[in-house]
C-alpha cells in the first residue's frame, strides 16, 4: 500500500506505481487502503445491488438492514467509516434520527441520503444535515461520483 | 423509578438495546403496539436513561380529551381568552421543557391540533391560547399509539408530515401472544411486586402445567391484563380457577350428545348472540321473540332426545316421562329433526327411568 499516492478530486484519482506512470486503478483512504463505507437500507435488494456495485469499484463496504443495527455497527467500528450512505424511512432508528446522531458526535463523516417515496422524506434528508441527498431512483454511476466527491475533496492533497 | 421493561424475548432485547441508544438523543419518539403492551413503561425507560431524569416527565393523554381541553392543556392559555379563563395557566408543552412531554393516543388527536404540534415539532414554540407571546420549550417528544398511523396517514386521517416528524424513531412493541417466552419472566416479576406489596399474602407461583396454559393464552388485553389475572389471583390464591376462566372451553357452550350446542348461563351470547351468524347479516331478522323460539326448540330437542334415548325409543313411556301424547311426541321427532343417538344412559336418566 505504501508505494500509492492519493489525489484529493474524484475524477483524477488515479494511483501512482512510486515512479512517473500514472495507473488509472484504484483510490484509497487516509489510512491508504480501500475506503470504508456503511451502507443501510431495510430493502435488502437494493442493499445487495448497492453493495455488489460499491464493492466491485473496490470499496469496503459494509452494510446494515436498519437504522439500529447500522448506529451499532457505526459505533463499534475501531477504524472508523469514511462515509456513510443510508436510506431514510427505515423500521426502529430512520435515517433523519441516524444522521442526527452520526453528524452530532462524528460531524467530519460524510453521509449520502437516499430517499424513496413521499415529499417529506427528501426534505427531511435535507433538514437532517445529509452532504448530499439522492433520490431513487439515481444511476449508481451518480452515487458513485457523490462519494469520491464526499471522501476525497475534503482531504488535504498528500502530495502538497 | 420506572417500571423494568420485563421480557427475554428477541424483540424486547432489542427495544432495550434500542433504548440505551436514543436515550440522549432527544430524537422525537413514536412508540406503538396494543393496548396494555407497555408503551408507557418503554416511555419511562426512555427517560430515566436519558440525561433529563431529574427532570418533568409530563404525560398527556390525547384521547382523553375534548378538542379544545386537550389544546389549551398542550399549550395554556392566558387570562380572558376564553369564558372562564380567570388567569393564565401554562401548558404541558412549557411544564415539559427541558424534560419529557409523553403524548398517549396521538392517533385520536385532531387534525388542527396536528398543525399545532406540527410547528412545535419544527420550531419549538407555541402560543398559549388567547396570546401573542411565543414560548420556547425545549421538550422532548415521546408519542404513542395502538393505531396503524401509517394506514392513518394514507387515509388523511394523520398528516403525513407529522408522522415523519414524529417518528424519527420507532419502538413497536409486539404484543404478548406473540413473545410467550415473555410471560414466565413477567409474572414472576408482578408476583415479587404484588407479593412485597401485601407481603402477608404471597401469590402463588404458577406449576409448569399452569404455566404451559399462560403461555398459550392469547392475552388480548397484553401485559396489562395479566397484572389484572396476577391481582386477582393474590385475592383468590388459586390459578386453576383463573385458568378456568381464561380458556374459553371452560366457560363455553356444552356439546350435547346430538353434537349441538345447548346453552348455559355463560354461553347464550356465543349460542344464540352470535354476531358472525345470520343475525349480523341481517339484524332485521334479530328479535326477541326468534331467539326464544330457537332457544325452547333447542331445549325441547335436547330433553325430547335425552328420554327416546333413555327409553329405547319406547314412544309410550317417553310421551309418559314428558306428560305429552304419543301424537305429539311424533310430531315433535318430525319437527326438530330428532334421530336415534348410539346407547346413552346417563346415571340421571337411569334414575329417572326408574321412577316410571
Given at each position: 500500500m505504501g508505494e500509492y499516492e492519493i489525489y484529493p478530486a474524484y475524477e483524477d484519482f488515479f494511483e501512482y506505481n512510486g515512479s512517473t506512470e500514472i495507473i488509472r486503478t484504484r483510490k484509497l483512504n487516509r489510512?491508504?487502503?480501500?475506503p470504508k463505507l456503511l451502507i443501510i437500507d431495510d430493502d435488502e435488494h437494493i442493499l445487495a445491488k448497492l453493495c455488489y456495485f460499491l464493492s466491485d469499484k473496490n470499496y469496503d463496504v459494509t452494510s446494515a438492514s436498519d437504522g439500529l443495527e447500522g448506529m451499532k455497527l457505526f459505533e463499534n467500528d475501531q477504524q472508523g467509516f469514511d462515509l456513510v450512505i443510508t436510506d431514510i424511512v427505515m423500521p426502529k432508528i430512520s435515517g433523519m434520527g441516524l444522521i442526527s446522531i452520526i453528524k452530532k458526535r462524528f460531524p467530519d463523516t460524510p453521509v449520502i441520503a437516499i430517499t424513496g417515496w413521499g415529499e417529506y422524506p427528501g426534505a427531511f434528508a435535507t433538514e437532517s444535515q445529509a452532504d448530499k441527498v439522492l433520490s431513487k431512483p439515481f444511476e449508481l454511476s451518480e452515487l458513485e461520483k457523490a462519494i469520491n466527491e464526499l471522501i476525497f475533496s475534503k482531504r488535504p492533497n498528500v502530495q502538497d | 423509578m420506572a417500571t423494568p421493561l420485563i421480557g427475554i424475548s428477541e424483540s424486547i432485547e432489542r427495544i432495550r438495546e434500542l433504548i440505551l441508544h436514543v436515550a440522549d438523543t432527544r430524537l422525537n419518539i413514536l412508540i406503538t403496539g396494543?393496548?396494555?403492551?407497555?408503551k408507557e413503561v418503554v416511555a419511562q425507560n426512555l427517560y430515566q436513561e436519558s440525561?433529563?431524569?431529574?427532570k418533568p416527565f409530563i404525560k398527556v393523554?390525547?384521547?382523553?380529551?375534548?378538542d379544545g381541553l386537550l389544546e389549551s392543556e398542550l399549550f395554556g392559555f392566558e387570562r380572558?381568552?376564553?369564558?372562564?379563563?380567570?388567569r393564565n395557566k401554562r401548558g404541558k408543552f412549557e411544564l415539559a421543557h427541558q424534560g419529557v412531554i409523553f403524548l398517549d393516543e396521538i392517533g385520536d388527536m385532531s387534525p388542527s391540533l396536528q398543525s399545532k404540534l406540527l410547528r412545535v415539532l419544527q420550531s419549538g414554540e407555541f402560543s398559549p391560547l388567547g396570546s401573542e407571546r411565543e414560548v420556547r420549550s425545549d421538550a422532548w417528544v415521546i408519542a404513542a399509539t395502538n393505531q396503524d398511523l401509517e394506514k392513518n396517514v394514507k387515509e388523511r386521517l394523520f398528516r403525513e408530515d407529522l408522522y415523519y416528524r414524529l417518528s424519527t424513531i420507532k419502538i413497536y412493541i409486539p404484543a404478548l401472544r406473540n413473545r410467550p417466552e415473555d410471560i414466565p419472566p413477567l409474572i414472576d416479576y408482578y408476583i415479587e411486586e404484588y407479593s412485597s406489596e401485601f407481603d402477608r399474602k404471597k401469590i402463588p407461583t404458577p406449576d409448569p402445567d399452569t404455566m404451559e396454559k399462560l403461555k398459550a393464552y392469547s392475552w388480548p388485553g397484553n401485559v396489562r391484563e395479566l397484572q389484572n389475572i396476577l391481582c386477582r389471583c393474590r385475592v383468590i390464591s388459586n390459578w386453576e380457577e383463573i385458568i378456568r376462566d381464561l380458556y374459553p372451553e371452560g366457560r363455553s357452550a356444552a356439546v350435547s350428545r346430538s353434537g349441538e350446542q345447548v346453552f348455559d348461563r355463560d354461553s347464550i351470547f356465543d349460542v344464540f348472540l352470535d354476531f358472525k351468524s345470520e343475525y349480523s347479516q341481517d339484524n332485521a331478522s334479530f328479535s326477541l321473540k326468534k331467539i326464544t323460539k330457537e332457544a325452547a326448540d333447542r331445549v325441547e330437542k335436547e330433553v325430547i332426545s335425552s328420554v327416546l334415548d333413555i327409553t329405547d325409543w319406547n314412544l309410550t313411556k317417553a310421551s309418559k316421562i314428558l306428560k305429552i301424547s304419543c301424537n305429539t311426541i311424533r310430531y315433535k321427532i318430525s319437527d326438530l329433526d330428532i334421530k336415534k343417538q348410539r346407547k346413552y344412559r346417563s346415571l340421571k336418566g337411569a334414575r329417572l327411568l326408574m321412577s316410571f
Open positions: 489510512m491508504g487502503q480501500s | 396494543e393496548t396494555g403492551v407497555g440525561q433529563r431524569k431529574d393523554n390525547c384521547a382523553a380529551l375534548p380572558g381568552a376564553f369564558t372562564g379563563a380567570d
